[in-house]
């Protein structure tokens, strides 16, 4: 079976088009199928037009939040929700093209984990790609995963990976470099992007800055997650040798008769060394949090296999 999950915010003039497009393709695969709308708290007429398109066809599933929380929510409720073998996202406002997907699934075939869409000859705005290709330039060189695409809406999930992937905030722009980070393959394919006709795009300019703390995050959850004293370590190290650097070169003033109480440098000095020891101690913290949680989530584990044990014996 192959599931068609379709996030929606405010795209009422789009949806049903976006449903005859799919239905013209998604029958010729030979598989079962199932396409499953996920409203993102919509407040146009959007959640009314998907429950008529539901209505109509039993293969259609419709999920609903009361509120906007966003595509990576939204993504994820979808991905928890579909019963495919392969899953496949694609937004609503008609750029990808329903007619890509099963190139797409062909190159699934050949042993790929996900497929990514390469927007090749993208139809937005000069600014947007200019900024879209330096998002993946960086991401690329900084991971190691050369893409030319990393955030195209249209991509091909198998199971595992879709059910492994747990999306919150601006992760959703990530998706393939935490499918490679869990040690799965990522390729991508180009598709057809063509020009928004329906409604407005819902990322403006804002998310290009937006970009670059995601980055931090994904830096940290992708590396760092597991041994938080590595990073606070550098940063608070560099603090620390800052301020040490300082302070020493005022006490040399200092001892050759200048006074150095009123000088700016040694406040500057003296932040820089207990800036230094607070961000060490918060890694500490950190690391001693995170060893003490894996113990405590070991032990879980081999008590419900002990009372597993247990009743299989008393059986």
């Not at 006074?259 to 020891?277: D, E, N, Q, T, W």
Request: charged share 25%; with cysteine.
């Amino acid at each position: 079976m192959i599931s068609v999950v379709i996030p929606f915010f405010n795209e009422e003039a789009s949806l049903l088009v976006l449903y005859q497009e799919i239905m013209k393709y998604l029958p010729q695969l030979d598989q079962e199928y199932e396409i499953i709308f996920v409203d993102d708290g919509s407040k146009d007429g959007s959640l009314e037009v998907a429950k008529k398109i539901a209505q109509r066809n039993k293969n259609v599933r419709l999920f609903s939040f009361r509120k906007n929380y966003g595509k990576a929510e939204a993504l994820t409720l979808g991905f928890e929700k579909a019963l495919g073998d392969y899953l496949v996202t694609i937004d609503a406002d008609l750029q990808d093209k329903p007619s890509e997907i099963e190139k797409m699934l062909n190159k699934a075939k050949e042993g790929w984990d996900l497929v990514c869409g390469w927007r090749k000859n993208r139809k937005d705005k000069f600014i947007k790609v200019i900024f879209s290709r330096l998002f993946n330039f960086l991401v690329s060189k900084m991971w190691g995963l050369e893409l030319h695409d990393y955030n195209c809406g249209l991509k091909l999930y198998t199971k595992e990976v879709a059910k492994n992937l747990k999306l919150y905030g601006g992760l959703h722009r990530f998706i393939p470099l935490i499918a490679f980070e869990q040690g799965f393959r990522v390729s991508e394919v180009p598709v057809i992007h063509e020009r928004r006709k329906y409604g407005v795009s819902k990322f403006g300019y804002s998310k290009l800055w937006k970009d670059f703390p995601d980055m931090l995050t994904m830096l940290f959850l992708t590396r760092y997650s597991n041994r938080p004293f590595h990073l606070f370590g550098i940063v608070g190290g560099m603090f620390l040798f800052l301020g040490m650097l300082i302070l020493i070169y005022l006490s040399m003033v200092w001892l050759q008769g200048t006074s150095i109480g009123r000088r700016p440098l040694l406040f500057l000095g003296m932040l820089f060394v207990l800036s230094g020891f607070q961000v060490l101690l918060t890694g500490f913290l950190a690391d001693l949090i995170i060893s003490v949680s894996k113990k405590s989530h070991i032990s879980d584990e081999n008590n419900i296999q002990a009372r597993l044990k247990y009743t299989n014996i008393d059986k």
